[in-house]
Nanobody, 120 residues
Framework: QVQLAESGGGLVQAGGSLTLTCATS????????MAWYRQAPGKSRELVAT???????KCDSSVKGRFTISRDNAKESVLLQMSSLTPEDTAVYYC??????????????WGQGTQVTVSS
């Protein structure tokens, strides 16, 4: 059974740091990719960062150099390390598992999200 659970959000002042954790089950297998998305109030969800099963990473230009995505296969978890936070980073952050069959995306699973609030 696929389960995703985000944690680590909270209130932080501008310039501070937070690390988000996505605890997973049923998704750490060959061919899967993990991603972090975020959604600010009144806005659509936007991609923050991805990491595939080979460890190849991709970050949105708005967070490149500040955010780092990583995965721990032994713990079946995905981390998002965030630094130099700004109020524009305020959003609910979601963990998503992307399940591939070859090069084709077969299914997606979303967590419930964790709130990150950056004060000025």
């Amino acid at each position: 059974q696929v389960q995703l659970a985000e944690s680590g959000g909270g209130l932080v002042q501008a310039g501070g740091s937070l690390t988000l954790t996505c605890a997973t089950s049923g998704v750490f297998q060959y061919g899967n990719a993990m991603a972090w998305y975020r959604q600010a109030p009144g806005k659509s969800r936007e991609l923050v960062a991805t990491i595939n099963n080979r460890g190849v990473k991709k970050c949105d230009s708005s967070v490149k150099g500040r955010f780092t995505i990583s995965r721990d296969n032994a713990k079946e978890s995905v981390l998002l390390q965030m630094s130099s936070l700004t109020p524009e980073d305020t959003a609910v952050y979601y963990c998503i598992a992307e399940m591939f069959s070859g090069l084709n995306l077969q299914s997606e699973y979303w967590g419930q999200g964790t709130q990150v609030t950056v004060s000025s």
